[in-house]
């Protein structure tokens, strides 16, 4: 079993929310492919990284994860790509982990 994270901007380089509809239709998606989501969006997690330049670079994100049995790079990798474009990201990190279900 995996669990896949999915680290997703609340701002755009403006610094304008983006609208819940992307969000919503985030979780639709992969709850009809994966049989379910849950999404962290009431709290947004700050993340912080240094850019090529050496500057701190921060932003608000909303985690959304998912629990598969098994691990499809490929879809995994096309679904981020889609995801980079309709949030207008460089990059959209996603990250998978194995877990045990107790």
């Known amino acids: 079993m995996h669990l896949v994270q999915i680290f997703l901007p609340l701002y755009d380089a403006r610094g304008e929310a983006f ?9 639709g998606e992969l ?18 990284w240094e850019d090529e330049a050496g500057r701190v670079q921060r932003d608000e ?5 998912v629990m598969v049995a098994q691990l499809d790079h490929g879809w995994w990798a096309r679904y981020r790509q889609q995801l980079e474009q309709r949030f207008d990201q ?11 279900r107790l």
Request: proline letters at 2%; zero cysteines.
């Open 90 to 100: 460089d990059e959209i990190l996603v990250r998978a982990m194995g877990i045990e």
């Open 31 to 48: 709850t009809d492919v994966h049989g379910g989501v849950t999404a962290f969006v009431r709290s947004p997690a700050v993340g912080a």
């Open 19 to 27: 609208g819940r509809s992307l969000f919503d239709r985030v979780r």
């Open 61 to 65: 994100v909303v985690l959304v994860e």
